[in-house]
C-alpha cells in the first residue's frame, strides 16, 4: 500500500527566504507526483505536475524535484511572500494508468511579513 | 472552462439527518472521484468513477454513503444517516483520459459540519 509523508507537518519563516518542503513515498511505481496548494476552508490548486519520467518541474518561483528511486521529492519556493502562507499538500498517481490519487498530510506554512 | 463545480460550498445539519453534495467535472472528463478530508489531513479517496461506472467503492462507508453518476456526467454523494464523525470537506475530482498523465482538477469542496 502506498504511504506518502510530508515533513515537517508546519513551516513558519520570514518573508524573502526560501522554503523547502518535502514529500517521501513509500512505492516508486507512481505515474507522478502532483503539487497542491489549499488556502483555509477551501479547494485544492495544483502548482506543480512531475510525470515519472521526468526530474523536475519549474514554475514562476515554484520548482519540484523528483527522485522515484528513493521516494523523494522536494518542492523549493523561491523568496517567500506572505501570500505563500497555505497548505501544501502532495499527491502520487499509482494504479492501472495512474488513476489512483494517494496524498500527504500537507506542510502547514505561515510565511511573516 | 469553468473547472469542476460543488455544490452546496457550506453545509450545518443535525445528526441522523441527511444530506447529499452534488459534482459536476470537467467537461469530457471521463474519470471522477470523490474525496473527503478531514481537519489537518490528506484527502482520502471514497470512490472513484469510470464514465458511470463505480470501480473503486472500497474506502465508501457503505451502510450510510451512497454515490451515483447519471449519464457519466453530473455526480452526487448522499450521507443518510449523517453522523458527528462525518464533518470533513468533500471534495470532487476529475481527470481525462488518464489522471496518471493529465493530473487531476479538484472543486472548491463541500464543508459538512454534523452537530
Known amino acids: 500500500k502506498q504511504e506518502v509523508t510530508q515533513i515537517p507537518a508546519a513551516l513558519s519563516v520570514p518573508e524573502g527566504e526560501n522554503l523547502v518542503l518535502n514529500c517521501s513515498f513509500t512505492d516508486s511505481a507512481i505515474y507522478n507526483l502532483q503539487w497542491f496548494r489549499q488556502d483555509p476552508g477551501k479547494g485544492l490548486t495544483s502548482l506543480l505536475l512531475?510525470?515519472?519520467?521526468?526530474r523536475e518541474q519549474t514554475s514562476g518561483r515554484l520548482n519540484a524535484s523528483l527522485d522515484k528511486s528513493s521516494g523523494r521529492s522536494t518542492l523549493y519556493i523561491a523568496a517567500s511572500q506572505p501570500g505563500d502562507s497555505a497548505t501544501y499538500l502532495c499527491?502520487?498517481?499509482?494504479?492501472?494508468?495512474?488513476?489512483?490519487?494517494?496524498f500527504g498530510g500537507g506542510t502547514r506554512v505561515l510565511v511573516k511579513p | 472552462e469553468a473547472g469542476v463545480v460543488q455544490s452546496p460550498r457550506y453545509k450545518i445539519i443535525e445528526k441522523k439527518q441527511p444530506v447529499a453534495f452534488w459534482c459536476n467535472p470537467i467537461?469530457?472528463?471521463?474519470?471522477l472521484y470523490w474525496y473527503r478530508q478531514n481537519l489537518g489531513q490528506g484527502p482520502e479517496l471514497l470512490i472513484r468513477y469510470e464514465n458511470e461506472e463505480a470501480v473503486d467503492d472500497s474506502q465508501l462507508p457503505k451502510d450510510r454513503f451512497s454515490a451515483e453518476r447519471l449519464k457519466g456526467v453530473d455526480s452526487t454523494l448522499k450521507i443518510q444517516p449523517a453522523e458527528l464523525g462525518d464533518s470533513a470537506v468533500y471534495l470532487c475530482a476529475s481527470s481525462s483520459p488518464s489522471g496518471g498523465f493529465y493530473g487531476y482538477t479538484f472543486g472548491s469542496g463541500t464543508r459538512l459540519t454534523v452537530v
Open positions: 499527491a502520487v498517481s499509482v494504479g492501472a494508468a495512474g488513476n489512483k490519487l494517494t
Open positions: 512531475i510525470q515519472s519520467s521526468q
Open positions: 467537461s469530457g472528463h471521463n474519470t
